[in-house]
Every structure is written in structure tokens, then in C-alpha cells.
């Protein structure tokens, strides 16, 4: 058994993750300059909108994304996305149905994705994809997500952590979650599943799981359920910081970039490991039991 100090960086990330969470529900009570909503259905590029000028909202001739400076982009009635808007946007609040209807359509959004009822269909019968790539934190609370032609697709592109929480709501068939090298995912006790689609962690990204079980190759154990592959590179790092007892889980690779050990309670090896880099004990024991754990760096 191996053990370590505690690190003020954990409490440090926790106090930054409870403000994340924090924003979440700020979001709705408050707005900032650039900032869309909806006044009617109908499409993306329609001028159902409103844009916040700062002091009140104004009707708008532009939708979001076609200019560059569009902030939180609020749907509060059901929206069509037929159109790929040449800019990013702030962030993005589900309260009603957006549905593709554009081939290979793209939502670019700097920060975060919240929904919190509705449905997000990714596709439709003629295939019609949606990939969103989202910079910011993801939190669901309720509503759906979906797709009903072929695929849909969630991309973690941000630089550094990105929290996921999901506290309510569904997600079913094909969506497909990628975390691109660069970002870390913070997971926390949160469970991805529904998903008949696939999860991929790149490399060079990192995920962090307060899950019990870890993370799983298979079945509906640790912090990813999602019924399709589930690839976690050996080019990424992986961390675990829970409060109870943790098993790393057969998902962590037989070799990692970083591994990172945060959890008074103790984490426990479920296979072997060759670490490439840096083993960092941060705090708790390390329980390697009848496994090899080997450090090449």
C-alpha cells in the first residue's frame, strides 16, 4: 500500500467546480451584452430572436452565431437548426426541442451546455447530423437527448477542465461523446449512460471520476455506461478523486500517461498499469493488491 499527503489543489478544484455548478443556475436569472432568446418557433436563421443590448432586450435582424460576439443563447420555444453559423457562441440553455436539419450541421460553443427540459434530436430521418462541440461545462438536469436518423455527436473541445453533471433527463440511441486532447473531463459521481453511442477519450485529454467503481470497459458500472465502444486512451491521464472508496475499474488502459491518486479513503488497483510519466499520490493510499503497477517515467 502506497501512501500520499492531501493536496490543497483538490479543495481548490472543488471550490471552482461549486461555482461551475453555481453558474449553472445563475444562468437563468441573469443576462449579459450579446445575449439571444427566443420569442417564437421556428428556424435557426429565422428572426425569432432577441438580442440584450446591455440594457434591454431588442428585437434582432441577426441570429446566433452569424455575427461574432453572441454570448448565452437562451431556446425557450422549438427551434430547427437548418443553418452553420460561421461563429461560435457563448454558451447554450435548453428549455425546448432543437432539432437537426442540415447535413453535417456544426454548433460551435465556447462555454457551457446546459438543458434543462426539451428535447436535442441530433438528427432526423434523412440522416441529417448535428455535432456540437462544447467548450465550457455540460450540465443536465432534465429534457433529452437524441437522435432519430443516423447519429449525433458531442465534442469536449475546451482547454483545460470541463465539469459534467448530470442530475436529471435522458439521453438515448446514438450519441456519440468525444473528449479531444486538451480538455479534462471532471465527471465527479455523474454517470454518462443511456447512450447506445460511443465514448472516446483521446489523447492527450484527461478524465476525472468520484465514481466508486472507476471507470468500466462494459456494462452499467462507473462513471461511463454508454452501451456502444468505449476507448480510453493510453496517451491520457486519468485521476481519481473520490470521498468513498474507489476501484480504478476495468476501463483504466494497461498503460496511462499520468495517473493521479486523491482519495483519503483509499483507491484500489483492479488491473495492472505501466504509468508513462507521473504517478502523483496526492492523498490517501494506493492499494495495488495481486496487480503490477509499473512506472516507466
Not at 418557433?41 to 434582432?60: H, I, K, L
Not at 443516423?150 to 482547454?159: A, C, Q, T
Amino acid at each position: 500500500m502506497i501512501s500520499g499527503n492531501a493536496h490543497i489543489n483538490k479543495i481548490i478544484r472543488y471550490c471552482a467546480l461549486v461555482f461551475a455548478l453555481i453558474g449553472f443556475c445563475l444562468s437563468g436569472f441573469s443576462q449579459s451584452t450579446g445575449d439571444y432568446r427566443t420569442t417564437a418557433g421556428g428556424d435557426w436563421d429565422s428572426n425569432n430572436w432577441q438580442r440584450y443590448n446591455g440594457t434591454t432586450w431588442v428585437a434582432t435582424s441577426t441570429y446566433p452565431g452569424e455575427a461574432a460576439g453572441a454570448g448565452t443563447v437562451t431556446l425557450r420555444h422549438n427551434i430547427t437548426f437548418d443553418v452553420n453559423p460561421p461563429n461560435p457562441i457563448g454558451a447554450l440553455s435548453i428549455e425546448a426541442n432543437l432539432s437537426s436539419n442540415r447535413n453535417d450541421a456544426i454548433l460551435n460553443i465556447t462555454g457551457d451546455l446546459v438543458i434543462s427540459a426539451g428535447t436535442l434530436n441530433c438528427t432526423n430521418n434523412n440522416a441529417r447530423e448535428l455535432t456540437i462541440y462544447v467548450g465550457g461545462n455540460m450540465a443536465m438536469s432534465g429534457g433529452t437527448i437524441t437522435e432519430s436518423g443516423n447519429y449525433g455527436e458531442i465534442i469536449f473541445s475546451g482547454s483545460g477542465t470541463q465539469a459534467f453533471s448530470k442530475t436529471g433527463g435522458t439521453i438515448s440511441n446514438d450519441i456519440r461523446f468525444t473528449v479531444s486532447g486538451g480538455s479534462i473531463l471532471d465527471m465527479g459521481t455523474s454517470v454518462l449512460d443511456g447512450s447506445s453511442g460511443s465514448f472516446t477519450l483521446g489523447d492527450g485529454a484527461g478524465l476525472i471520476t468520484a465514481h466508486p467503481q472507476g471507470i468500466s470497459s462494459s456494462g452499467n458500472t462507473g462513471s461511463i455506461q454508454v452501451s456502444g465502444t468505449r476507448s480510453f486512451s493510453t496517451s491520457a491521464d486519468y485521476t481519481y478523486d473520490g470521498t468513498s472508496s474507489q476501484a480504478t475499474g476495468t476501463g483504466l488502459p494497461s498503460s496511462v500517461r499520468n495517473l493521479v491518486i486523491s482519495n483519503m479513503a483509499g483507491v484500489s488497483l483492479t488491473s495492472s498499469v505501466a504509468v508513462g510519466q507521473t504517478l502523483n499520490l496526492a492523498s490517501g493510499s494506493f492499494s495495488v493488491g495481486a496487480s503490477t503497477l509499473t512506472l516507466n517515467g
